[in-house]
């Protein structure tokens, strides 16, 4: 693929490649993947990204912006750029992201689904969501049909619709057994996505042999590693 990560012979613009050119001597490889947490990012289910935002919510040091890691950021804007031109590489947009995960989440829950159809139980949650449609149409448009002018009937009728929908909605969740989908707030994403950035920027550097402090590093690091962690108690809930 070429892109703002790769040269033009497709080599990576940063880190080792793995033929020396012309009066180049090779040089040992780095094990530090330069794409291991934009890569592990895009494995993540809407399961671990909601965890993995809970965990950064109840962290101390997400509360603040680690300065070291912010100076990180402003003293290497051109690996920073790659670090994110290589994040939406594997991640895309926002909503790209999103979608992935839940790719990720239904294959997850196949098994369950799967279980639930032999049960019969789909087709029952089916037949109720059609008679749920029914009955919050019906009142509504006899009222229209009846009598058009009578105002304030037709926003009763549509208030108990709206209660009927919140109640049944919720029967229905119940009743179908499957777990519920997980809330993924914008803000609480972008915030994960900057932490696979921070991770990426640090393998960058790394990679490229520059200095980087130690400190800056394992602070620029922590939020992929709580995504990690939290991605891993995730799977140990959900499998």
């Not at 947490?37 to 809407?46: E, W």
């Not at 279980?115 to 009142?139: N, S, T």
């Not at 549509?158 to 997980?182: E, K, S």
Request: net charge positive.
């Amino acid at each position: 693929m070429s892109n703002e990560y790769q040269l033009a012979d497709g080599s990576p613009r940063y880190g080792h490649r793995t033929a020396a050119t012309a009066g180049e001597h090779t040089t040992p490889a780095i094990t530090a993947s330069i794409e291991e947490a934009a890569g592990g990012a895009a494995k993540l289910s809407l399961d671990a990204l909601a965890a993995a935002m809970d965990r950064r919510l109840r962290s101390a040091w997400a509360d603040i912006p680690a300065p070291a890691v912010e100076a990180l950021r402003d003293d290497n804007p051109e690996e920073l750029a790659a670090a994110r031109a290589l994040v939406r590489i594997h991640l895309g947009s926002q909503r790209q992201w999103r979608i992935k995960a839940q790719a990720v989440r239904d294959k997850q829950l196949a098994g369950t689904m799967a279980r639930r159809k032999a049960a019969g139980r789909a087709q029952e949650i089916l037949a109720l969501r059609l008679g749920l449609m029914a009955a919050l149409i019906g009142p509504p448009a006899f009222i229209v049909a009846t009598n058009p002018d009578d105002i304030l009937k037709l926003l009763i009728v549509g208030a108990v619709c709206i209660a009927t929908a919140l109640v049944g909605g919720h029967f229905l969740t119940c009743r179908a057994r499957v777990p519920v989908m997980p809330n993924i707030r914008g803000p609480w994403l972008k915030e994960l996505r900057e932490d696979v950035v921070n991770a990426t920027l640090v393998a960058i550097l790394q990679n490229k042999g520059t200095p980087v402090d130690p400190d800056a590093a394992a602070a620029a690091r922590r939020g992929w590693a709580s995504i990690k962690a939290a991605s891993g108690a995730a799977d140990l809930v959900h499998s």
